[in-house]
């Protein structure tokens, strides 16, 4: 990292996760597929919220933010990008990160929407349906990134979804760039992957030094089932690539050397965040210099944690064992 010290900043939607235990004919009252994601507004979940008889939990959440908590919660200094409303929701938001160390200078604010949220109604069968309202995240524009934003920063770390605003991902990219960052971007869905065909290729090869694909965004992203074609395609834009396989571990290149990691087997309760913390491990090894094969197992270490517990969030009372098993 050119001898500067590490500091990464997030980019992306910060949302509040609402964690809620339902049951299947909860679902079919509110007419709500199983395992599906809607977008929606501030009043349907509110509606929703009031049938609810469950407690529910409130977690700090987003695809980008999950990976810069999990790098906070390392110990590396990180800093957030992202757009809240001025409530009690981005409060607790905030907060919690501040709690991390993280630096909340870069928060944007849009006093005029509610922070984003997402409910996420999980059923006994560990299956989750989610309704989310992106309220102020949804109004990032490319007129609030500067590069004061990316003062003192090494690393940006950013999340597929921005792609749908062209204009936003393209500035983020170009002051990433401009100030000697090196960037990570998480492809997020397959769904993003075929939206964006057109621009991504470009956008990886100009401008980001790893790219994270799971195995839906990889054969997306090279029309094929083979994760090693995945591979082998994302190498020829990016650096360092990292196809992750779930249960089957993942797939890693970087700069020539090619990895193989196994996954930690557990049992799982809910699947929220895993790819998000994989790539918190991968990301913190990576930046501190370790070898490709440890950047991998770091990423599973993390991956296996968060699986093991219902939200993105690993408990506090796990993170001293992590911090143990991974210290550099």
Same mark, same amino acid.
């Given at each position: 990292m050119s001898g500067k010290k590490i500091k990464v900043l997030g980019v992306g939607s910060p949302i509040l996760d609402i *964690?809620? =235990?339902v049951d299947d004919a909860f679902l079919s009252s509110i007419k709500a597929p199983k395992g599906?994601?809607?977008? +929606?507004?501030?009043? /349907?979940?509110?509606?929703?919220?009031?049938?609810?008889?469950g407690k529910t939990l409130l977690a700090p959440g987003g695809s980008s933010a999950n990976t810069i908590f999990g790098l906070a919660q390392l110990g590396l200094p990180t800093a957030f990008l992202g757009k809240t409303g001025n409530d009690s929701q981005a409060a607790l938001y905030k907060g919690s990160y501040e709690k991390m160390g993280g630096d909340l200078s870069r928060f944007k604010l849009n006093a005029n929407v509610s922070t984003g949220r997402c409910l996420s109604m999980i059923t006994p069968d560990s299956e989750r349906t989610m309704r989310t309202d992106l309220g102020a995240a949804a109004t990032l524009v490319p007129e609030d990134v500067g590069d004061a934003d990316f003062k003192g920063i090494t690393h940006v770390h950013a999340e597929g979804y921005l792609l749908f605003n062209e204009k936003l991902t393209r500035s983020i990219l170009e002051h990433a760039k401009k100030n000697s960052c090196? %960037?990570? *971007? !998480?492809?997020? /869905? @397959? $769904? %993003? %992957?075929n939206a964006c065909k057109n621009i991504l290729s470009e956008l990886l090869e100009k401008y980001v030094d790893i790219v994270f694909a799971n195995e839906d965004e990889a054969k997306a992203f090279c029309g094929n089932d083979d994760p090693e074609k995945a591979l082998d395609a994302l190498s020829c834009l990016c650096s360092t690539v990292a196809v992750k396989l779930g249960k089957n571990g993942a797939l890693l290149r970087s700069f020539g050397k090619t990895a193989r990691v196994q996954a930690e087997i557990v049992k799982a309760v809910d699947t929220t965040g895993a790819g998000d913390l994989w790539?918190?491990? @991968? *990301?913190?090894? @990576?930046? =501190?210099g370790? +070898? &490709? /094969? !440890?950047? $991998?197992?770091?990423?599973?270490? &993390? $991956?296996?944690?968060?699986?093991? %517990?219902? $939200?993105?969030?690993?408990?506090? /009372?796990?993170?001293q064992e992590i911090r143990k098993r991974i210290a550099v």
């Open positions: *964690l809620v =235990n599906g994601m809607e977008l +929606t507004d501030s009043v /349907s979940i509110e509606k929703i919220l009031d049938s609810l008889k090196t %960037v990570s *971007l !998480d492809l997020s /869905s @397959f $769904g %993003v %992957v790539q918190a491990g @991968f *990301l913190y090894g @990576f930046l =501190n370790r +070898t &490709l /094969s !440890d950047c $991998g197992k770091l990423g599973s270490i &993390l $991956g296996a944690e968060v699986v093991q %517990v219902v $939200g993105a969030a690993i408990p506090e /009372s796990r993170w």
